[in-house]
């Protein structure tokens, strides 16, 4: 919510990123911008609510939030209740974890101090891990061939 212009910088590969310090730990946060979140900022920086408040997004609450996302929830007929927190899981299981991304780079994004946080959300993730021993078992396999 406190995102400014400031904070998107190019990074060491010359695309945007968010360089910022953590509002809970303080520590320095350097991520790079994928491109939909890239649409997200381009979109709301000019809303005339994050104009006054000089930040890339309208400022509302945790529980407005979670108020639009019951909304977006009904109208996509999901039973789920979904919040802010489920959202950040979602992201750190189904977007990063699943699709690849090293449980360190997940910690890192998620601003997790200790791994073993983040490691709660890989738990969840059997189809990850038995699509990576699939891809094991295909490399010795071919080895064993050559």
């Not at 212009?5 to 360089?19: K, T």
């Not at 890339?56 to 939030?65: H, T």
């Not at 993730?125 to 295909?138: A, Q, Y």
Request: with cysteine; charged share 30%.
């Amino acid at each position: 919510m406190n995102l400014t212009e400031d904070n998107i910088n190019f990074g060491i590969d010359g695309e945007l990123w968010i360089v910022k310090k953590r509002e809970k730990t303080n520590k320095l946060l350097r991520i790079p911008i994928l491109s939909k979140a890239k649409k997200l900022i381009d979109k709301y920086k000019v809303n005339p609510k994050s104009e006054i408040n000089g930040t890339i997004f309208p400022k509302i609450s945790n529980q407005k939030l979670n108020s639009y996302l019951k909304e977006v929830a009904d109208i996509c007929l999901i039973k789920k209740n979904l919040t802010f927190h489920l959202a950040r899981h979602t992201f750190a299981t189904t977007v990063t974890l699943t699709n690849g991304v090293p449980i360190e780079t997940v910690s890192q994004l998620l601003g997790h101090s200790r791994i073993s946080t983040t490691q709660i959300y890989a738990k969840v993730i059997e189809r990850k891990v038995s699509d990576d021993m699939t891809l094991l078992k295909e490399k010795l396999k071919l080895k064993k061939v050559n």
